[in-house]
Nanobody, 116 residues
Framework: QVHLVESGGGLVQPGGSLTLSCAAS????????MGWYRQAPGKEREWVAN???????NYAASVKGRFTISRDNAKITVYLQMNSLKPEDTSVYYC??????????WGKGTLVTVSS
């Protein structure tokens, strides 16, 4: 069983920054693709960004240039640095671990609220 624990959410003003962290319990962490998703009230969960085992990254168009995903395999942790935050970034952010054989694991989420 894999456990993912997100942290770092909170209230931030528009234009501000936050860094989310996701600590994983899985062995062989480095071979898995890690990602962040988000779900706003009344909307479906959407993909935000991911990073594979060799550090290649991908971003949704809505966050590209503002968010940066990174990982520290030694700490078994993935990060999401969020800059220039907008009210429409308000969501519960979920960490995802995707194994090479196609299994997905999810954290319980951390709330990010962007408001003045």
């Amino acid at each position: 069983q894999v456990h993912l624990v997100e942290s770092g959410g909170g209230l931030v003003q528009p234009g501000g920054s936050l860094t989310l962290s996701c600590a994983a319990s899985r062995s062989w962490f480095a071979i898995n693709t890690m990602g962040w998703y988000r779900q706003a009230p009344g909307k479906e969960r959407e993909w935000v960004a991911n990073i594979n085992g060799v550090g290649s990254t991908n971003y949704a168009a809505s966050v590209k240039g503002r968010f940066t995903i990174s990982r520290d395999n030694a700490k078994i942790t993935v990060y999401l640095q969020m800059n220039s935050l907008k009210p429409e970034d308000t969501s519960v952010y979920y960490c995802n671990l995707h194994t090479p054989d196609g299994i997905d694991y999810w954290g319980k989420g951390t709330l990010v609220t962007v408001s003045s």
